[in-house]
């Protein structure tokens, strides 16, 4: 136990880093899903013991040095309650999705590919928690590449249900390397001026070419705002914040069910991670959100155009898949309008949407890979008179729609109650207005989807529906029911009781808002 | 390219050099230039330019996709293994004073040359399974090069280059 305790940090990685390379050698037929269920169960009970351990100890933070070179010349892993609550939703949807994605996988991937994939699932994970846990700004690029390329296959793995997949992942591949291209040119503009790679030290030496901001050298004054132009431009791609969204749709609408489920309720919430702590711990709130930058007022009208073009785009689509792929844009507009209010409310209000929408997002995108895995598609035509063929799965979704919504008891309510008393709290009643209108369209959307389900009858040629191996069809396999069912379960429990997830966003919140990341004492 | 007596000897006569060479420059990124990655492109280099001159396929009989896909794997393990290797020992991740508790700054070389050899053999790997990628469904160019055709001996035999018929 104590070697588990003393390497908490670096087993986060390691584990699946490891769990990859054996699903690679020896995945054939079901051991790759083993291992990889195996790899994703350990972490989840890391991670869960890792935000124990950063709620329980005294300074509010857990590290681990790499080769035992000290903080800021070696690469630390730095876990505060932010990054650990992350770490913990990632590793919650990892293993739900892993433990859904057998049959489904199989389904859709040939067998000859399955080792391949079960090791870049492990990876593209390994790339998510390595960002999330790290505490050095190059590092963070490196993991960043990694998740990125191992995404860009998953999605591409797709091309075996939908060649489309093919061309979603390329556009991907561009545009993921533009912007994390532009991420490293940030971080080299801000290590010239530093002279340093660990965030803490990067945020201390910021803070010092902050106080020499007009007697100091112009070029520094310079060289900041450059870098920092760059890494928000990088990141907004990354985070597929409006307008930078174009590859967005097409990648989570054609890649295998479980990848889009697994990147939509991790992925970019990885994204969001990163630029609040860009924003917040390393450059500093003074300085983004101050006068002579104000990036959330830029953030805040991309935000609410990403929560109204994104809700309405989102009501105009057929395809269920690309439905909910355009609600996830709205959502991110959610997420950064409420980094960008930067009070206590709104900041958390975006820390426990990261969380409440992962679950949501995560398990309807499972509901809706059950679909694809009983009749082969999700447009509207196939979910007609759904309701009463497949009862759990519908209303898994049709739950999951009401947290969309912000509906009261389910956890979408809880953090759009947040960021409404945020904007409010900051004066700005019309970001209030835009969050409730967001929620009418996403009540239109989600009631498309519903009155196709459960009112309408099936055209009638397909009174008798069946699946696409022909047979009668049948409710889902329990394998595939149970981690939907758990997803969507958690994201109402969250909606009732909000204690535990606000108390630990807000505690996020308050560290972010006390100065640099908590670390000044 | 099969029938180029010149690049097929001069290809012969440098492989088993790029190979050594980039063993060298493998072993040598522990204390100066050179490392695991550009140690490992040379390796590659030297499979790819026999597949260039002898037809991918030859390449491939010697070594096959199972084999590169392996050591692609087997060259991040033997990384991750070498971290895993101190921390058994009651080191953090990596701390290659594990491998020679005595004598930190000996262990050192020893842990990065091992690391080292790892990245080598992942980047060669991958960088010959790019070849394949890239090369597949092509087959040998049989060389039919009209302007240099003349100059080829019937059959695009050599003396003294017997193992390369094909």
Request: without cysteine; proline residues 7%.
């Given at each position: 136990m104590s070697f588990i305790e003393q390497h908490l940090p670096a087993l986060v990685i390691i584990v699946p880093l490891v769990g990859g390379i054996l699903s690679a050698l020896f995945g054939r037929r079901t051991l790759g899903w083993a291992i990889a269920m195996f790899a994703t169960a350990a972490v989840f009970g890391l991670c869960a013991m890792l935000l124990d351990r950063v709620l329980a100890a005294p300074t509010g933070r857990v590290e681990y040095f790499m080769s035992n070179w000290p903080a800021p010349f070696g690469i630390a892993f730095v876990v505060d309650s932010l990054n650990a609550s992350v770490l913990l939703i990632i590793a919650i949807i990892a293993a739900v999705v892993t433990l859904y994605a057998r049959p489904s996988i199989q389904s859709e991937i040939p067998a000859d590919r399955l080792p391949a994939f079960w090791g870049i699932w492990l990876f593209c994970l390994t790339g998510l928690l390595g960002i999330t846990i790290t505490g050095d700004a190059f590092n963070l690029y490196v993991l960043l590449e990694i998740s990125s390329l191992a995404t860009y296959v998953l999605i591409a793995m797709g091309k075996f249900r939908e060649r489309r997949a093919l061309t979603a992942s390329m556009n991907y591949l561009v545009l993921g390397t533009i912007g994390a291209s532009f991420i490293l040119v940030g971080i080299g503009f801000l290590y010239s001026i530093t002279?340093?790679?660990?965030m803490e030290d990067m945020a201390m030496r910021l803070r010092e070419i902050y106080a020499t901001?007009?007697?100091?050298?112009?070029q520094y004054k310079r060289a900041t705002v450059t870098g920092f132009g760059f890494l928000m431009i990088g990141l907004f791609l990354k985070l597929a914040l409006f307008p930078l969204h174009g590859w967005l749709p097409n990648a989570y609408t054609y890649s295998p069910s479980a990848v889009s489920a697994l990147l939509a309720a991790t992925a970019t919430k990885v994204g969001a991670y990163i630029a609040i702590r860009f924003l917040y711990t390393i450059m500093g709130t003074d300085f983004a959100f101050g006068d002579a930058i104000s990036s959330d007022q830029v953030i805040i009208i991309a935000a609410s155009l990403a929560i109204l073009v994104g809700s309405w785009l989102a009501m105009r689509q057929q395809n269920l898949k690309k439905m909910l792929a355009f609600s996830s844009l709205a959502q991110i507009g959610y997420i950064a309008l409420g980094v960008a209010i930067a009070n206590p409310d709104g900041l958390a209000g975006a820390i426990i949407h990261l969380f409440n929408h992962a679950l949501t997002k995560g398990g309807m995108f499972l509901a809706l890979g059950i679909v694809v895995y009983r009749l082969g598609g999700v447009t509207l035509d196939d979910l007609r008179g759904l309701g009463r063929k497949m009862p759990i799965t519908m209303a898994a979704f049709t739950a999951g729609g009401l947290g969309l919504i912000g509906?009261?008891?389910?956890?979408g309510f809880v953090s759009k109650w947040y960021l409404v008393g945020g904007a409010i709290e900051a004066g700005r009643p019309d970001l209030a207005i835009v969050i409730l209108v967001g929620s009418i369209l996403a009540l239109m959307y989600v009631w498309k989807a519903v009155e196709v389900i459960y009112f309408q009858k099936a055209a009638e040629e397909r009174l008798v529906i069946l699946d696409s191996t022909g047979s009668r069809l049948r409710e889902a396999p329990v394998t595939m029911l149970v981690p939907t069912v758990i997803l969507i379960a958690a994201s109402i429990w969250f909606g009732i009781d909000a204690d535990t997830s606000s108390h630990v966003a807000h505690r996020a919140a308050e560290t972010l808002l006390r100065g640099i990341g908590g670390i000044a004492p | 390219m099969k029938n180029q007596m010149i690049l097929r000897v001069i290809a012969r006569w440098n492989i088993p050099f790029m190979l050594v060479f980039g063993l060298y420059v493998i072993t040598h990124g522990e204390g100066g230039p050179g490392g695991g990655f550009q140690g490992g492109v040379i390796v590659a280099a030297a499979f790819i330019l026999y597949g260039l001159v002898a037809g991918a396929d030859r390449m491939r009989a010697i070594l096959p996709r199972r084999a590169t896909d392996a050591a692609a794997a087997l060259g991040v393990l033997l990384y991750v293994g070498v971290g895993i290797y101190s921390m058994l020992r009651?080191?953090?991740?990596?701390?290659?004073?594990?491998?020679l508790p005595s004598d930190p700054g000996a262990a050192e070389p020893w842990g990065m040359t091992l690391v080292e050899y790892g990245v080598g053999l992942t980047v060669a790997a991958v960088m010959v399974t790019v070849y394949n990628e890239i090369s597949e469904g092509t087959g040998p160019?049989?060389?039919?090069v009209p302007a240099t055709a003349a100059l080829t001996p019937p059959g695009g035999r050599v003396e003294g280059s017997d193992g390369d018929r094909s």
């Open positions: 002279g340093t790679l660990n901001w007009e007697t100091g050298e112009p509906v009261p008891l389910t956890a | 009651g080191y953090t991740f990596l701390d290659h004073t594990a491998i160019d049989d060389g039919t």
